[in-house]
């Protein structure tokens, strides 16, 4: 908003100090001298005239030939010096040597008609004070009405927006000084609302009225509809991401963000923080579902790899933590857990294959006729209440020494969790979501055989010991 500067102008003007007349008609004063606001005023270098009026230069000077001031605007056919100094407040009644009034020095319709108007108005519309022809009257600036000193304000103005001195003298009569301030008022409430299409309704408004706002205010505006339109292009674009059919498209979308963003940079267009971080943040969304979309589609479930399971993870991690959308983290959640008992069957092999192989000794056989178990090497009745394995009167072939027994891996120490892992294993094997390739099937079913054999025999020496304590057992008692 522009500040009054009445205080600031000089006492002299407006005033009819001079007790004797400078100017008679048909006689040439040699003594008189052009000044400097004379010049301006004839060349029509209003903005010299502005810097000389505010400097207090007298407008009331004349020249050798009578012309004061008024009368080198009329003639200059500058029609913004004239506007300036009868903005500046004059009066027009003077005649110069040949007995010109001011308005006779110019034929440019527009002077014409500002200085017929000047000497029609009688009244202030304002304050209806009466106006005499040696009374000073002031041009407002927006209506072209003139008015008495009361019924004005003066303001010192931008010329334009580009401009950092108030340098422009500017007049209003009291009722266009209100629509003046009432309409800056909007629009600082139109810039704060921050809406578009508010923003261009008021700049239209601005297009029908005659009133006109600081030059600054106006670019202020003009600039804030500019980046309200690019922020909200940028702003519809990401909201137009929230679901992407094709992710091999995401790595695109995330360049019009950044090209739109640098667009902006370059036409000086300041984005709003927030704006800047929710690119930001969308950016971080995008990439983090461009990558775990891609390893959702191109993880081979078959060959899974430890490096497979980190990666997904990872990424589902990222992923979470940049809001991507729940059919995504459900799908790498569903990945991730098969792949988690893909790798943990993989284990289990592994383990299996790493169990020491153990070389057993024949079974019972069976007799159907008899219906009873037979020693295998004898062909005798076993007695069930007598150890298999570890029967001491089994006969023990010639020549051959009692094999030592493989020691157990840690994490078969204990025969339950072998039977567990055995279970486990065959469990993943028949789960139709799992994907395992032919050679690990065969191999997992060449293990899983071993390993019920294992456990069997160790059931059976489990037993065998059981019968042989409790046999001790007895012998102590008696």
Known sequence: MANTSNNARSSKIGTTEDTKPKVQL??????????????????????????????????????????????????????????????????????????????????????????????????????????????????????????????????????????DVKERPECR??????????????????????????????????????????????????????????????????????????????????????????????????????????????IDRLTCERNLRFLIDNIDQTECRRKDVSDLMEALQKSQESGVQDVYLNDANTIKKKLGKNIDAQDILKDFIDYPIREFPPEPKWDPKGKRWLDPISGKQLDPKKPIYLNTNTPKKKGKNKKKEPEFPDWALEREKLEKAITKLEKYLKDETLSFDIKFREECAKEIKRMIQENKYRVQIEKDQKLIDEANQGKKKK
């Open 26 to 163: 048909g006689v040439i004063n040699n003594a008189a001298a052009n000044t400097p606001l004379m010049w301006a005023c004839s060349k029509g270098f209003y903005k010299i005239v502005w810097l000389l009026l505010r400097e207090g230069l007298d407008w009331k000077e004349t020249d050798s030939f009578g012309n004061n001031c008024v009368h080198m605007a009329a003639s200059s056919n500058s029609l913004i010096t004239l506007e300036s100094m009868l903005e500046w407040g004059v009066t027009t009644f003077a005649k110069n040597t040949r007995g010109h009034h001011a308005i006779d020095l110019t034929t440019e319709e527009p002077m014409v008609v500002l200085l017929k108007n000047f000497t029609k108005t009688k009244v202030c519309e304002m304050t209806k004070k009466t106006l005499g022809e040696e009374d000073v009257k002031y041009l407002c600036h927006f209506c072209k009405g003139y008015f008495s000193k009361e019924g004005i304000k003066h303001y010192m103005m931008y010329e334009t927006d580009k401009d």
């Open 173 to 282: 009569c009291t009722s266009c000084d209100k629509l003046v301030h009432d309409t800056e008022k909007k629009i600082d409430d139109t810039i704060k609302g921050q809406e578009e299409l508010q923003v261009e309704v008021m700049i239209k408004e601005l297009e029908t009225i005659t009133i006109k706002v600081d030059a600054k205010l106006y670019q202020k505006l003009i600039y804030e509809k500019e980046k309200l339109r690019t922020q909200n292009k940028i702003l519809n674009f990401i909201n137009g991401l929230k679901e992407v059919p094709n992710y091999k498209t995401i790595r695109k979308s995330i360049s019009v963000i950044e090209d739109m963003l640098e667009d902006a940079e370059k036409r000086d267009v300041r984005i709003d923080q927030t704006i800047k971080e929710r690119s930001a943040k969308e």
